[in-house]
Structures are given as structure tokens and as C-alpha cells.
């Protein structure tokens, strides 16, 4: 257990950089391949270009799901990972969960009047970023432990589900959840129909994502892996209640993605999907283990058309490690720019 004011460096950096610039059964049955005739007609994922790492990602998969091919997998080894923030939807110019714990500090700034003149609260009360961004580290835990803690899980579970309804994106007037990415939502389908478990494993709050995965992915709250607060289970008038803590318990970011995935999940993936530096392990887990192919991919930011073009220098969803190490590695780029026929889900 870490207090609050030993937040692990990853978990903190994480959040600073913001302001700086699931299957209900145990077996999974198999899904018979559809013949060649179908498959000429059906495009799997249609909103994808047919481009190499179209062909590679639909290979893939019918490799591993064809019993006469020596890359089979069993169903019960199909499992699939993919990170949220940058890869299932949009997370610039700041995380949600970010602007969600902004949202939440003016809210309780109505029984925190002393707020207005201590910082890191009075920057946020003031709208003065920078000013938020000079209190470094430790202003910015003291605003996600005041917005994320001290309430019990299904108060924080209901105030998480109403701003995600509610909030709109600053760019594109939309809620949080119209801007999943059609493209990926595809992918989920695809996987999942060829008796694949998908898991998100992401480094944001778990309660916080598990509040809306399921409306938007089609992924349920058990398939959802994070970061987490200490949770302590208390009477209180006489109802059971889990109190939500103001220490952290997880950090699910990083080299915190393999472990995430070992004690929440119990097998290592056999596919992997991030955006970021902060996924290089998860997929470098993911594709070294033995036996069986293996599948890494990296969505890169590159449409500043249609969506954001941002990867080596962006604070938020920086991605440059992975940009090296990707060739070597043998993992799939996949470029909004050039792979996708859109971005946005289509209503």
C-alpha cells in the first residue's frame, strides 16, 4: 500500500503531463470459420482501408482460429488487451478522467470555501492552468485524491456515470462517449466473434472506467483492468459500504500493465493494443511469450484532419519508445491517417 504522498513517480507524471502542454462465462466457445464464399463478401471490419496491416490483422486471426493452421490458439487463449485512453477513444487535449477530477474539485469547492484561496484548488477554482501546472506533483494529487476518494463506490460510481453523460469534449461538442473510435469497435466485434476475450487494460482509474466501458465498447465492468485506490469495507448507519480510501492500492500503467493483466486476468495475452510509451510493456509482455502467434499493435496519432497528429513530444499520450522499438519488436503501426476510413463512431 503507497499513502498519497508517495504516489508512485509513473502514476504522477502521468497526470502532470495533462496539464503540462469482458465475456460473462468461464470458456469461451469456438466460433466455426465462415466459409471462403462468405468471406468474400464480408469485410470484417469495413471502416479499416485495405492497406498490409489490414490483411496482417485479419491473417492473424484466422490463423489462430483455424484448427489445421500451426498457429491455433484454443479459445481459452484467445485473450486480447487493449489499452482506452488514445486507443478506444479520444484523449486529447487532456484525459477525461482529468477533466472530470477538474470538474469535481469545483463541485466541492461549494463545502471547501477555504479552497478559493489555496492552491492547487484556487488555480483550478480560477481557471489558471498555469498556475496549476507551477504547484507541480503534489498539487496535482491533492486534486485527484480530493476527487476521487473519500465517498463510498456506488456514490463515486454514480457521480462518474453522470459527468460522462453530461461532459462534452472541448474540440468536437461531443460526449466523451460519441467519440470511441468506429474502427476499434469493429476490431472488438471481429475478436470477439472468433472467440476472442477482450480485456481493457488501461493505466486511468478502474472505477472511473467502469462507470461507461460497457455502453460505448461493449466490454463489461469485470473485463475492465486500472489503477485503483485502497477500498475498505465499513458499517456505516448500519449499511454495508465500501469506503473509498485516500491512499492508492495499484498503479496499472506501464511495467504495471503485465502484473495488472497476471492478477486480474490469469493468462498473458495473445494480442495487444496501445498508443503510448505508457503500453510498451503490455505489448512487449504480450509478444514475447511462448509458443503460438503473437500479435503487438500501436494506433498512431497521425490526422490532424479528422482527430489530433501528435506522438514523440506530446505530454499526453506520448509515443517514441514504441516508435523505435516497433520494427524490431515485429509490431503493427496502425495510422488513423492511412488505415482508417473514419474515425468516429457513425451515428
Known sequence: MTSTGA??????LLLTACFIASCAGNETPRVEKPSAETEDVVDPLPSWIDTPNKTKIIDFVRAVTDPDDPAFAEPEERVATFDNDGTLWVEQPMYAEMAFALHRVQDLAQVHPEWRTQDPFRAVLEGDMQALAATGRR??????????????????DS????????????????????????PQLELLRYLEANGFKTFIVSGGSVDFMRAYTEAPYGIPPERVVGSSIETRYE???????????RQVDFIDDKAGKPVGIHKQIGRRPILAFGNSDGDFEMLEWTTTGSGGARLGLLLHHDDADREYAYDRESNVGRLDRGLDAAGSMGWIVVSIKNDWKTVFVEN
Do not use: C, N
Not at 7 to 12: E, Q, S, T, V, Y
Not at 159 to 182: C, G, M, N, S
Not at 235 to 245: E, S, V, Y
Open 139 to 156: 498539487g496535482i494529487l491533492e486534486i485527484v485524491v480530493a476527487s476521487h476518494s473519500g465517498m463510498g463506490t456506488t456514490l463515486f
Open 159 to 182: 457521480i462518474a456515470t453522470e459527468w460522462v453523460r453530461d461532459a462534452l469534449h472541448p474540440k468536437f461538442e461531443q460526449p466523451y462517449t460519441e467519440l470511441a473510435y468506429q
Open 7 to 12: 504516489l508512485p513517480r509513473a502514476f504522477a
Open 235 to 245: 458499517l456505516q448507519g448500519g449499511a454495508p459500504t465500501l469506503l473509498r480510501l
